[in-house]
């Protein structure tokens, strides 16, 4: 049961809070249960539109993970609760740039998270590589949220000059995070994928007007994307299916398919060459579970089944340099399912650079793959 507050809501209409907030019986702003009189149908819409969607879903694992703890961490609140992004943004009076304290359980991305009065003076969000991106409005909204919370940046200083191929158990799997849309969005610019020296990246990718910002494909409340805008410029029966590249990036040749296709396919051969690399190269090999964190795990004994100990499963410890930074590639981009329409070059180009470094302990002659960057 979630209780949703407009307090800041610069849209919405000032009305009595109920008495006791544990009493309100569904996700409504304080101003329900909906009033006819108080409450117009475009608010109702809104309201109906967010509810369903993940956004409000509060017994999603993006909001009940903290429940046992019974409270939100600092760190971790900005982005998984309306009340701890306010904080961070200091739009409850607050210093901006921190979030003060842990935050109450239960907070979903509400109401005043993107209606609020105080984000006109959000000028600025600061992505994990450290790039200060200006912003306008809402998009400061968005582009804090789905930033993820590590970039290539930190596996180059995790890495440092070390050996490329001599493992290093100090070394951990660094996580990108989820939902990264912004981050790929920035492209080569926000520098969230780890860059291979002497290449140069595609920036953000700007498409076209008026497909410019978050909100101009993604409707704000139920979060789909608005498809029948697309078909304005792009013939498909679906987004995944959208193409306008004339080659193949993916060596098959196959122009048909969406630009989708040949990003899943290239991700798809970069697991297999990490996989091939740890059993083959480092002699430890690695078996990915995208269900688990930390998600990479060890099978010593090549029995093709995760190792175990003491009824875990244990993390692969036998990083290199070479599968760190192709696996973070690799995790960024897979974190992201819309990565094909929020910038598709760059998405290439990271998995093109990722094989092509992987190719070459592996012994792979890049000629052969026919694969284009
Ligand atoms: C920069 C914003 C941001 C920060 C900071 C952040 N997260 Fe997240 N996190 C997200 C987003 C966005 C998602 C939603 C991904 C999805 O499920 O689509 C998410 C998803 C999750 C999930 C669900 C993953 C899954 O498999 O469904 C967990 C667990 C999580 N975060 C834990 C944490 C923890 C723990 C911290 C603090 C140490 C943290 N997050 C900090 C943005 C953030
Ligand atoms: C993730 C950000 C976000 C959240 C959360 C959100 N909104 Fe919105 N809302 C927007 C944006 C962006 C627009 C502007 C749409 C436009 O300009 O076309 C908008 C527009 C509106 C409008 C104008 C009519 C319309 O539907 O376009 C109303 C009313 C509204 N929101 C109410 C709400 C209510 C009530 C909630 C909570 C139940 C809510 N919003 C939650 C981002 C959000
Ligand atoms: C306070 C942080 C926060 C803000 C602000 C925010 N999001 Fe999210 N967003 C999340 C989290 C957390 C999830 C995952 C929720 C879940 O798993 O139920 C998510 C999920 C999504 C999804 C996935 C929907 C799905 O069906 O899986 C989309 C699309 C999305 N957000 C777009 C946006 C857009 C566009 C904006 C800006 C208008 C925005 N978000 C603002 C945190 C945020
Ligand atoms: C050109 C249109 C376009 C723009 C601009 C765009 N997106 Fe997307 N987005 C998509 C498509 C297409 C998908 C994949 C379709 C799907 O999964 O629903 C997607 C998927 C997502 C997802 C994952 C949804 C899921 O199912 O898990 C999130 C989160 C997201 N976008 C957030 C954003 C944010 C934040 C921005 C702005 C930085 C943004 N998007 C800009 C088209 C767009
Ligand atoms: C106003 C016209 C227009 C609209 C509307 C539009 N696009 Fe695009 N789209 C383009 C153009 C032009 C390109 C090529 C841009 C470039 O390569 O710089 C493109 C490229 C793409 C690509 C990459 C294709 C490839 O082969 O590289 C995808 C994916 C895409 N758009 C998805 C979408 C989605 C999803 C929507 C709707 C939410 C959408 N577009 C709406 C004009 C548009």
Same mark, same amino acid.
């Not at 329900?32 to 993940?54: K, L, Q």
């Not at 609140?77 to 739009?91: N, V």
């Not at 993107?114 to 200006?134: K, R």
């Not at 998995?351 to 070459?360: E, G, K, N, R």
């Given at each position: 049961?979630?209780?949703?507050?407009?307090?800041?809501?610069?849209?919405?209409?000032?009305?009595?809070?109920?008495?006791?907030?544990?009493?309100?019986?569904?996700?409504?702003?304080?101003?329900?249960?909906?009033?006819?009189?108080?409450?117009?149908?475009?608010?109702?819409?809104?309201?109906?539109?967010?509810?369903?969607?993940?956004?409000?879903?509060?017994?999603?694992?993006?909001?009940?993970?903290?429940?046992?703890?019974?409270?939100?961490?600092?760190?971790?609140?900005?982005?998984?609760?309306?009340?701890?992004?306010?904080?961070?943004?200091?739009?409850?009076?607050?210093?901006?740039?921190?979030?003060?304290?842990?935050?109450?359980?239960?907070?979903?991305?509400?109401?005043?998270?993107?209606?609020?009065?105080?984000?006109?003076?959000?000028?600025?969000?600061?992505?994990?590589?450290?790039?200060?991106?200006?912003?306008?409005?809402?998009?400061?909204?968005?582009?804090?949220?789905?930033?993820?919370?590590?970039?290539?940046?930190?596996?180059?200083?995790?890495?440092?000059?070390?050996?490329?191929?001599?493992?290093?158990?100090?070394?951990?799997?660094?996580?990108?995070?989820?939902?990264?849309?912004?981050?790929?969005?920035?492209?080569?610019?926000?520098?969230?994928?780890?860059?291979?020296?002497?290449?140069?990246?595609?920036?953000?990718?700007?498409?076209?007007?008026?497909?410019?910002?978050?909100?101009?494909?993604?409707?704000?409340?139920?979060?789909?994307?608005?498809?029948?805008?697309?078909?304005?410029?792009?013939?498909?029966?679906?987004?995944?299916?959208?193409?306008?590249?004339?080659?193949?990036?993916?060596?098959?040749?196959?122009?048909?398919?969406?630009?989708?296709?040949?990003?899943?396919?290239?991700?798809?051969?970069?697991? %297999?060459?990490? %996989?091939?690399?740890?059993?083959?190269?480092?002699?430890?090999?690695?078996?990915?579970?995208?269900?688990?964190?930390?998600?990479?795990?060890?099978?010593?004994?090549?029995?093709?089944?995760?190792?175990?100990?003491?009824?875990?499963?244990?993390?692969?410890?036998?990083?290199?340099?070479?599968?760190?930074?192709?696996?973070?590639?690799?995790?960024?981009?897979?974190?992201?399912?819309?990565?094909?329409?929020?910038?598709?070059?760059?998405?290439?180009?990271?998995?093109?650079?990722?094989?092509?470094?992987?190719?070459?302990?592996?012994?792979?002659?890049?000629?052969?793959?026919?694969?284009?960057?």
């Amino acid at each position: 049961m979630i209780a949703v507050f407009l307090a800041n809501m610069s849209l919405g209409q000032e009305t009595e809070a109920p008495e006791d907030p544990a009493e309100i019986p569904f996700a409504l702003p304080r101003s329900g249960p909906f009033n006819p009189a108080d409450i117009d149908i475009g608010n109702e819409t809104a309201i109906a539109d967010w509810f369903r969607s993940a956004h409000a879903n509060a017994a999603a694992e993006a909001f009940s993970h903290w429940d046992d703890d019974g409270e939100v961490q600092a760190a971790c609140a900005t982005c998984h609760s309306g009340e701890g992004f306010r904080d961070f943004h200091g739009l409850d009076g607050s210093e901006p740039g921190v979030v003060d304290g842990t935050i109450d359980v239960g907070g979903v991305v509400d109401c005043g998270t993107c209606h609020n009065a105080g984000l006109a003076q959000v000028t600025e969000v600061t992505f994990p590589s450290g790039l200060v991106h200006p912003v306008r409005g809402v998009e400061a909204s968005c582009l804090t949220c789905h930033q993820g919370r590590s970039a290539g940046t930190d596996v180059a200083e995790a890495i440092g000059d070390q050996e490329l191929d001599a493992p290093n158990p100090d070394l951990r799997f660094i996580n990108p995070h989820y939902a990264t849309a912004a981050a790929t969005w920035l492209g080569g610019y926000g520098a969230a994928g780890y860059h291979y020296q002497g290449q140069d990246y595609s920036g953000r990718f700007f498409h076209a007007r008026p497909v410019e910002t978050c909100n101009s494909c993604h409707q704000p409340h139920t979060l789909e994307v608005e498809f029948e805008a697309c078909t304005t410029c792009h013939q498909a029966e679906e987004p995944a299916a959208i193409r306008i590249a004339r080659q193949s990036y993916d060596g098959s040749g196959d122009t048909d398919k969406g630009i989708s296709a040949d990003i899943q396919s290239n991700a798809d051969l970069l697991l %297999e060459m990490i %996989e091939a690399y740890t059993d083959d190269v480092v002699g430890a090999p690695v078996i990915y579970d995208g269900n688990r964190y930390p998600y990479f795990f060890a099978d010593a004994n090549r029995d093709g089944a995760i190792d175990m100990a003491d009824g875990r499963p244990v993390a692969y410890a036998s990083w290199t340099p070479r599968s760190l930074r192709a696996a973070f590639n690799w995790k960024l981009i897979t974190a992201d399912p819309g990565n094909y329409a929020h910038n598709p070059q760059y998405t290439l180009e990271l998995l093109y650079d990722s094989i092509a470094d992987m190719a070459d302990p592996l012994g792979v002659d890049m000629e052969d793959l026919n694969l284009l960057r």
